[in-house]
């Protein structure tokens, strides 16, 4: 009896420092990492892809007209996923069209990011009028059907390049954030190290960005991932209704060119499948990205409150 409770109580004292060791590395989330890894390989992709291939097939007449994919009987090995019926190269498009859709994700979610936190921040470390005019104005702007809204913009606006699409589309991304980070700072405020910094007589403006934005890092990347996503949606979509910058190939001009060119109907699968299946490859890759950080900002997700 007394080598079986001996054995008990070592399996006792072993057991949290193993779990203990989990919780250390909460970043080696396996969700987290593996969305990094695909994102990261799309990534390069497109930024290596110029190394390796001639880029300038991308444009216009640059390429014979409606060549099948290399495999296919009449295919190309100078075009191994083939052409389109603009004389384009399809790889070509496909390794300037991810960098630039990634591109408009980024810039229009790091802005609206930017905005959130600012204006977040404010409504919900300083109170009163400036945190209900703030969560009025957000509220309103949430209820707006953004694509709506964007899609008439995007008709009246010239849009040279990706820049300018990443600026419309940032309009819309900063309302998450903001409700995000707001109700952060509503309970960081209350925290000890948060009110030693006032007694400090620190400035309200580096609590707010030096003491509370750090300890949100998990939710504002999480936040990040989701906000880049749904920038390249808006886009990809804007884009596929020819609202785009038509001048740079991205994968959303890539599927207009491929519906005002009937692709569909006529069997050119090698000409709308690509851009889908990137499309695809990159939100799976942001989801679990995002899925990873949520579970890292909330140890409950990690099923901690399973184990007894």
Known sequence: MAAVASNSSAQLTQTPARRTGVRDMPWLNAKFVAGSIV????????????????????????SPL????????????DHPLGTESNGRDMLAQLIVGIPASLKVGVVAA??????????????????????????????SVITIPSLMVLIAIAAYVSMPDTTAMALILALFAWPGPTRLIR??????????????????????????????VPNMLPWLAASLTGGISGAILGETGLEALGLGPTRVPSLGMIINYALNSTALVRGMVWWWLPPIIALVVIFTGFFLMTIGLDEIANPRLRGYSNVK
């Open 39 to 62: 994102i990261l390989l799309t990534l390069l992709f497109g930024l290596l892809g110029p190394l390796f291939w001639n880029t300038d097939l991308a444009y216009t007449a640059s």
């Open 66 to 77: 409606n060549l099948p994919p290399a495999w296919v009987e009449g295919g190309s090995p």
């Open 110 to 139: 790091s802005i609206g990011m930017a905005v959130g936190i600012l204006l977040g921040s404010t409504a919900g470390y300083v109170g009163g009028w400036p945190d209900h005019i703030i969560r009025t104005i957000t509220d």
């Open 183 to 212: 109700s952060q700072v509503l309970t960081l405020r209350e925290r000890g190290y948060v009110r030693m910094a006032l007694l400090s007589n620190v400035p309200t403006l580096e609590i707010m960005l030096v003491e509370m």
